[in-house]
């Protein structure tokens, strides 16, 4: 059978002999069209933690049944990204006269880190970090800006007081040129760990300690949902580092690792662990007291009492570009900022509760043998968990959902319909 010759059309046939090279550009301007109409192909990474109220307000605004409603949800979702804008602009300000300090917790890393499906159902014992990074956003990530503080539940709880005692020793180790004039600081809004008067306290007697030439002190806290600090890079790097060993047995396996990116710092031994909390209770009034509405707050602003020697004044602004606040005195009647006195806290003062210790001492049992003991490499489990503990199943009267760290409080209030930014 005959092959039925092709049909050319004459114009087309033309233009390509005429100008070869823009007909293969159309070509494949052509074919790139076809392939990203007709292929349902994505190369996007799916989004995780979004911002909740992003999302609420994305939907109401699909749901939306009149212009005027969406166009007010539109505006409100507007401000709402640009407040949270603003947050950052205060981060990246590259400032001669501002120093910026921005901290947060790593999630918690378990011990021991290892394959046995047993770990799923089994309490560990955790090993925490709280980095702190010195410098703006813009600024380099190295280890002469970032410190990793690193202890084990045993030693202490993960609490407030360690997080303002972590926070004192990098303020005192640090040297602050002559033309700084105002400290930052800037962390998400966790009531349980950052946002509290132990902190304040704190950060209210540094500044009554701090030298002459800084004037003032701000802590600044993000939009609930639009909180990545640069700690948060140092954590997304170490963390790809923790995934490729298979089993991390003792504390060394993470410090190992998180050494090549930041400067250790031992809680306890090099930074010490006062009681903020307990001081700053006796000299401060309570949050109710004062003159602002301490959770709404997104800015608070220390400064110098200039009649009251070692006196701190407070002002707190609820939005990020609005200055509408008074300093006032935030002290109980006779009592003054600099009368703020810690007490050491004692190395070992975390508790390991009974029914983790027995998970713990079982998960060894299975995975290893009976006697793990002797095994050199879980050393580290052997001065944690007693001999008398038991091996088989005892069952659990504590409820499980009490053994929960702080960071599950971590709630802030959120403002909606609130154009201010």
């Not at 010195?134 to 800006?145: C, H, M, T, V, W």
């Not at 033309?179 to 800037?186: E, F, Y």
């Not at 540094?206 to 701000?218: F, G, R, S, V």
Request: hydrophobic share 35%; proline share 4%; net charge positive.
């Amino acid at each position: 059978m005959d092959k039925i010759p092709t049909v050319v059309d004459k114009n087309k046939a033309r233009k390509r002999q005429s100008n070869p090279e823009k007909w293969k550009r159309n070509q494949q301007k052509l074919e790139r069209n076809v392939f990203n109409t007709n292929f349902n192909l994505g190369f996007g990474s799916p989004h995780t933690d979004v911002c909740s109220v992003c999302l609420q307000y994305a939907e109401k605004i699909k749901g939306a049944r009149d212009n005027r409603t969406k166009i007010d949800l539109m505006i409100q979702l507007r401000v709402h990204k640009k407040r949270a804008q603003t947050f950052f602009n205060y981060l990246k300000e590259d400032s001669p006269n501002v120093f910026i300090l921005s901290y947060d917790c790593q999630k918690n890393m378990p011990l021991p880190k290892i394959t046995d499906q047993n770990t799923y159902y089994s309490g560990q014992i955790y090993f925490f970090d709280f980095t702190i990074v010195a410098g703006s956003s813009k600024s380099q990530l190295n280890k002469d800006s970032t410190f990793a503080y690193l202890w084990t539940e045993d030693r202490f709880p993960k609490d407030s007081n360690l997080i303002a005692s972590a926070i004192y020793h990098r303020l005192n180790a640090t040297t602050f040129p002559l033309q700084i004039n105002t400290v930052r600081l800037m962390a998400d809004g966790c009531a349980g760990q950052n946002k509290n008067t132990t902190v304040a306290g704190m950060c209210q007697k540094w500044l009554t300690e701090a030298p002459q030439h800084i004037k003032k002190m701000e802590i600044i806290f993000p939009v609930v949902g639009h909180s990545f600090l640069p700690a948060d890079r140092v954590f997304g790097t170490i963390e790809k580092e923790f995934r490729k060993p298979n089993t991390i047995l003792e504390p060394t396996g993470y410090t190992n690792i998180i050494k090549e990116y930041s400067s250790l710092i031992s809680v306890g031994q090099e930074c010490p662990v006062k009681d903020w909390k307990d001081a700053a209770k006796k000299v401060l009034k309570s949050v109710g007291t004062w003159h602002v509405p301490f959770m709404k707050c997104k800015r608070f602003i220390l400064k110098r009492s200039k009649i009251t020697v070692g006196n701190i004044l407070v002002k707190g602004e609820i939005h990020y570009v609005a200055d509408t606040g008074a300093y006032r005195n935030v002290c109980k009647k006779g009592k003054y900022t600099n009368m703020i006195n810690t007490q050491d806290i004692r190395l070992g003062s975390g508790t390991l509760k009974a029914t983790k210790i027995r998970d713990v001492n079982k998960l060894l049992s299975t995975h290893f043998d009976a006697d793990w003991r002797s095994y050199e490499m879980l050393s580290f489990y052997d001065k944690l968990i007693p001999n008398t503990v038991p091996v088989d199943d005892v069952e659990n009267e504590e409820d499980e959902n009490n053994d929960v760290d702080l960071e599950t409080s971590c709630q802030e209030q959120i403002i909606l319909n609130d154009l201010m930014i």
